[in-house]
DNA sequence: TAAACAGTATACAGACCTGTCTACTATACA
DNA sequence: TGTATAGTAGACAGGTCTGTATACTGTTTA
């Protein structure tokens, strides 16, 4: 039985109903310790093959574009099956994204640290992880964290918690490499640099800017120098 | 009548069936034409108000979100006058984007005409533009093309061809305004703002990057004056 | 005066969508 | 041997969405 079904019968749990976007979510406390734990990992066979094809087709089509049914036909499942795993579509929303996230870190960190070289080289290596990361996408779709806060506009849902995680974990990230890299003013060099990130896979995406992200590496470096 | 739903009856025009995205378009050599003229302009004082309404109603909370019913209620309408004068529900989305793409060049186009100075200064005025305009709008949702690019996967939707003249305008007028500063590599310089622009929204919108806009100005500063 | 036009009112067809329900099968494990 | 677990099969409730159909009321205008 669903979770987040029972607090709407029973009210033991604090807890406040929203209504947004014809929508209705219980917000409880916990909802975030438990999005951000182990929660998400799929548990069986099943569940992760679900959370791989809705993760794709997610990203390849839009969420709102992909339902249930599709995700559960796809997997060769039933959907009673997907909601025993997951218990409602938000969820696997946050799933999908939070696996995803998990993947980019792990995709930077090993670009930036197979790479030779000082701070400065070090910076840019994120430009060419993203631009080789874009390549490797199915149908250039850009920023899955971009796309799925354009498209989940509620901010009570799950997947807001992942999308801001991610986000604040790529400026953190940029603001370390910019401190190792010794300029005057760090915070601002991070704010930069992750402009260029966004700036770089939008236009990848929209094709407005020929070969973007490598505009955007030559821009940092500039404003590394001058930082 | 609606001239479009007559073309679906009298098959009298050259025309092919696409279906994707669980939608049918009928896809006339014409239709760019068409869209890009004065058709999507509304005829009637109804017409604007259905126009006016859904404008706000799609950029506020997403295109996929709004439905034809609510902006309907919302203009004092009934659903056959927005169907009467609009014929389809993309074409009201790709006429919001069409009068907002207008808006938009003129909101630039003034603000950097106001702009005394030399000619990084009127690039410099193009940030300025974007922070107003950005503090201007309703919500924080950021670049409408964008945000429709996003819930528009489908590349037969007639809201593509209008995004499309967007980011390939704003290329155009950044490159002119490099070449006017007499940089060295024009395209390249035009490319590098275009990345800032589009990254100072996204980072603007999601709160990623304090003071975006400023920061990508100050960016856009140093590399003018390398290049 | 009659036609053309703009719009109202309302019902409805046909999809599609999320989520639930019941009843059943196979397997692992204690 | 018996019980918990994972999953199947398929129907269905209740809602939303786009788009159409029919019959009507005013208003302008030729």
Not at 19 to 28: A, E, G, K, L
Not at 34 to 48: C, F, G, I, N, Q
Request: hydrophobic share 45%.
């Amino acid at each position: 039985m669903n979770k987040c079904t029972d607090d709407f019968a029973t009210t033991q749990n604090p807890s406040f109903i929203v209504r947004i976007d014809r929508s209705v979510y219980s917000v409880r406390m916990e909802d975030k310790a438990v999005l951000e734990t182990e929660d998400l990992r799929p548990k069986t066979e099943a569940a992760a093959r679900i959370l791989a094809v809705a993760s794709e087709l997610f990203y390849r089509d839009g969420i709102r574009a992909v339902g249930v049914d599709a995700i559960a036909a796809e997997s060769g499942v039933t959907k009673m099956t997907l909601y025993k795993h997951f218990g409602a579509k938000d969820r696997l929303v946050a799933a999908y994204l939070h696996v995803r996230d998990e993947k980019w870190r792990d995709w930077v960190l090993k670009s930036v640290g197979a790479r030779a070289g000082g701070p400065t080289e070090r910076i840019l290596a994120v430009f060419d992880a993203l631009g080789a990361w874009l390549e490797s996408q199915d149908g250039m779709r850009g920023c899955a964290f971009v796309n799925a806060s354009v498209e989940v506009a509620n901010p009570d849902h799950p997947a807001q918690t992942v999308i801001e995680d991610q986000k604040r974990w790529m400026r953190g990230y940029l603001k370390q490499l910019a401190e190792e890299a010794d300029v005057e003013e760090p915070d601002k060099l991070a704010d930069q640099l992750l402009v260029l990130v966004e700036g770089a896979t939008i236009t990848a995406v929209m094709r407005t800017a020929k070969e973007s992200v490598e505009r955007a590496k030559e821009a940092a470096e500039v404003l590394i120098e001058a930082g």
